[in-house]
């Protein structure tokens, strides 16, 4: 195959080359647009109040911040994140390589003993069907490919966004695990609250069944009445059985986000109370592009795709190789001997020509890529606000209603409590004492649903507007 460094035939394919690299390099910016502000009303802290990187803190729960920082360590998740990122790492590392020097030094030697048992014996110089021979050579070529139109520079720079992109997965990881375990701990927390519940809705019941049976046994109420409150009771009873199941399962779900899974349920102690969901930290939507590590994440492979088509484009430019080279080799034969020593220098020049229409072909996938890319980032802007909007509507709803079911909760424990001194002084009959208490059990049950609701919704606010990881110390690119 012959190579020529250029020829007539190649020049007007070399002319066209600028004109295709500028008309292909530009990549069309993403519309990031947001609202100028959030429509959603409510308890806010001023900006800068609350450490979003570490927003769990917020709880005040000393067990609850061990297990984030247990889960940030050890869940399988993360480290499967941290260890892509190292993979993406090294392959930055070759990319760029490939653009210097290499070759590989190679040596090799060989001893032959031969024995003639027949036949004339021969031996001249260079030449003996008899005796010891040695040879031994060492080689060290090299080829490097001379990068004038700066393809180590952009291999480096998608190679870089890759990594920037890898590297936003691994922090969204986090965060997710960080949310997992908060949103876990508070449902632990709900459900022992379900559980206290229950096991004083069954106190409650057995107190009624006592009084009800005292009241059946001195003829002052009908024997039924003391049956039909241990159907109650035994509701009760059951509801507070599955419910401590449940917690249970909620807390080893905790164990394991944290990797504790040799260790007993008991360990964790969710105990069964809840404070107020705290304050989320004021913000702005055009935030969420600096602070979201989804929306980082996705800006990053736009800069990849980009710094690809731009690869791609260079693919129609001409490439260079030199191939130095030295050498040394050494022959002992019965006498014989013979040592040399040589250099060599080369090189070649491809162009494509026939591949053209092929590598247009690639090109314009690779666009079409890119334009995916510019998308993605695109919706995924769009969704983080959708989030975000949602869980600060959600939270301030979510408060509002705490506040009206604590009113409601007073309102019908005192209700049950009259009804109750009724019953017991006979002016009040069982139906109606039944019907106070269950009343006053349900509206309980909202109430502690309501503020577990709260704080996880919370979670999903801390979440959405980019908490749980170190935004700061990457700086904008």
Sequence with gaps: MRTHSATPAILPVLAILPALALGACATRPADTALPAAYEAAGAVAPAGAIDLDTWWTVYGDPELTTLVEQALARNP??????????????????????????????????????????????????????????????????????????????????????????RFAYEAARAQIAAATVDAWHQARGLAIQLADARETARIQQELYDMAAKRAAIGLAAGAEPDRVAGELAQARAQAEALEAELQIQKRALLILAGRIVEPTANIAAPPEVGEAPAVPQSLPSDLLQRRPDVRQAQAAVR????????????????????????????????????????????????????????????????????????????????????AEAALVGLDADRRRVTLL????????????????GYERGLTDLSTTLSAEQAWRAVRTQLAAAQVQALRRSVQAYKALGGGWPAQAYAAR
């Design 304 to 387: 990849s795709a980009a710094d690809q088509k731009k690869l791609a484009v260079l693919d129609f430019f001409p490439t260079f190789v030199l191939s130095p080279g030295i050498g040394w080799a050494r022959v002992e034969q019965p006498g014989f001997t013979s040592e040399t020593r040589n250099w060599s220098i080369g090189g070649s020049i491809t162009q494509p020509i026939l591949s053209i229409p092929s590598r247009m072909a690639d090109l314009k996938a690779q666009n079409a890529r890119t334009e995916q890319a510019v998308i993605a980032y695109e919706k995924t802007v769009q969704t983080a606000f959708q989030e």
């Design 406 to 421: 604590i009113d409601g909760e007073a309102r019908a424990r005192r209700a049950y409590q009259a009804s109750r001194t």
């Design 77 to 166: 998740d993360v480290r499967t994140a941290r260890a892509r990122l190292d993979e993406v790492r090294a392959q930055r590392v070759s990319a760029v390589l490939q653009y210097l020097p290499r070759g590989d030094a190679t040596a090799s030697a060989r001893r032959t003993d031969t024995d003639q048992i027949s036949g004339t014996v021969a031996n001249i110089p260079g030449f003996s069907t008899s005796g010891v021979s040695k040879q031994a050579g060492a080689d060290f070529n090299v080829s490097w490919e001379v990068d004038p139109f700066g393809r180590g520079f952009l291999a480096y720079a998608a190679a870089s966004a890759e990594v920037d992109r890898v």
